[in-house]
């Protein structure tokens, strides 16, 4: 007699995408892991990359004041 495996369905951990501003690397990691250097160059220029990203930078540029 075979039984038959019960597989529980398993999360995905999202991923967050990076670019190192000093050498443009691009990476991902795990989104409970926290970048805070480039695991290629080492510095400390880190932004991540992505939609939250795009929001980021068109909210702030809504919130500026541009000379007409």
Same mark, same amino acid.
């Given at each position: 007699?075979?039984?038959? +495996? ?20 691009q990476f991902k990691?795990?989104? $409970?892991? $926290? ?8 510095? +400390? ?7 939250? $990203?795009?929001?980021k930078l068109l909210?702030? $540029? ?7």
């Amino acid at each position: 007699m075979q039984t038959e +495996k019960t597989k529980t369905p398993q999360k995905k951990e999202e991923y967050l995408e990076y670019l190192c501003r000093n050498c443009r690397y691009q990476f991902k990691r795990k989104k $409970s892991i $926290s970048v805070v250097c480039c695991p290629y160059c080492g510095k +400390k220029t880190i932004e991540e990359r992505g939609f939250n $990203s795009a929001q980021k930078l068109l909210d702030e $540029s809504s919130e500026r004041m541009f000379p007409s």
